[in-house]
């Protein structure tokens, strides 16, 4: 559902006059990275002619970026604290009526459209060692069960919360999973860096895993993302030999998986030559099936960005890695206030 944007303009604007003080107003937008322009419309009331003024500055003919300000708009404002649930429950039927969804807790908005629609329920990764061989336990809640192999895998067992899965807590997981009570968060955080470091098979996977905690770890920046190794994005239980040969899946395991919230979802993957290459020699047919999964991904609501083992490998390749993460947050709003690096030994 698109929103009517003409509609949603008028509407919220009349919910700022009747609900927001002017300080309120400004707030809301500024924080949203809005600035004030200048409205041509002459309209009755100075909360009415601000709110104009600010939708005067932006883009209206860049759709799409315009609606990621505005749900950052509306978040502000149902954050305010002295605004009456009441209120606020107004403001959540006005976000749903113009196509916005909010989450569970009532204060994440985001477009329908935006985003994978089903929820997190299974996390399989970091598998070092032979496949998983996993039964369906109970098949109506979706509940998994690994038979055989399970000690070269893990799987995060916690619910996903709203705001996606974050660092610090794959490392609360870690450490009642490894009943490790006796140590501080960065030396468990230390332990399960090791673990999932051992799942990477290439040097540019493991340069693209290590850039991203020295450069955006901090022991006080709560609000860092999990990077998660090897994930299995789908699963087949039969090998390429029971298959003989005929894979039923694209591919089983991407290189990692961030989670921004419930529904961001972002898949990385570092290409080597066996990507795209068959013995040595270019492969459209392999090249054809990965660009072919990439959209089929993509239209589900995954986001998919892809680097060459090569680029990987060259002296900037750490300033590549960097510059990445950092627009891939600004891109989804994630606070990165690292002032200082997190030291990790090769």
Request: aromatic share 10%; glycine share 4%; with cysteine.
């Amino acid at each position: 559902m698109t929103p009517n944007v003409e509609l949603l303009k008028i509407e919220f604007r009349e919910f700022c006059v009747n609900h927001l003080y002017i300080r309120s107003i400004h707030d809301i937008f500024t924080t949203a990275g809005i600035s004030q322009g200048q409205s041509e419309k002459t309209l009755s009331g100075e909360r009415r002619s601000l709110v104009e003024d600010y939708y005067a500055s932006l883009n209206w003919k860049s759709i799409d970026e315009v609606l990621r300000k505005f749900a950052k708009v509306l978040e502000k404002t149902l954050m305010l604290s002295w605004v009456s649930q009441e209120d606020k429950q107004e403001l959540r039927l006005l976000c749903e009526k113009h196509g916005f969804e909010i989450d569970k807790d009532g204060y994440k908005v985001y477009l329908k459209t935006a985003g994978v629609g089903s929820s997190v329920k299974n996390l399989i990764f970091a598998a070092d060692g032979e496949k998983p061989e996993i039964i369906l336990s109970d098949s109506v809640s979706n509940d998994i069960d690994i038979v055989k192999n399970a000690e070269y895998c893990l799987v995060y067992n916690r619910p996903i919360k709203s705001h996606g899965l974050l660092w610090k807590e794959l490392v609360d997981w870690w450490r009642e999973r490894e009943n490790i009570n006796d140590k501080t968060d960065r030396d468990v955080g230390r332990i399960l860096y090791s673990r999932l470091r051992k799942s990477l098979s290439s040097e540019p996977e493991k340069l693209l895993f290590k850039t991203y905690f020295s450069k955006f770890y901090k022991p006080s920046n709560d609000q860092l993302p999990a990077l998660i190794p090897q994930i299995y994005l789908h699963y087949d239980p039969y090998t390429m030999k029971q298959l003989q040969e005929q894979k039923r899946l694209v591919r089983q395991r991407m290189d990692f998986l961030l989670l921004l919230s419930e529904r961001i979802r972002v898949v990385i993957e570092v290409d080597g030559q066996h990507h795209y290459s068959e013995q040595g020699k270019p492969s459209p047919r392999l090249y054809s099936e990965m660009v072919a999964e990439d959209r089929r991904l993509k239209l589900v609501g995954y986001e998919v960005y892809r680097f060459g083992g090569y680029e990987l490998s060259g002296e900037n390749a750490e300033e590549l890695v960097e510059k990445f993460f950092s627009s891939l947050f600004e891109r989804h709003e994630v606070a990165q206030k690292c002032d200082r690096l997190f030291p990790i030994s090769n």
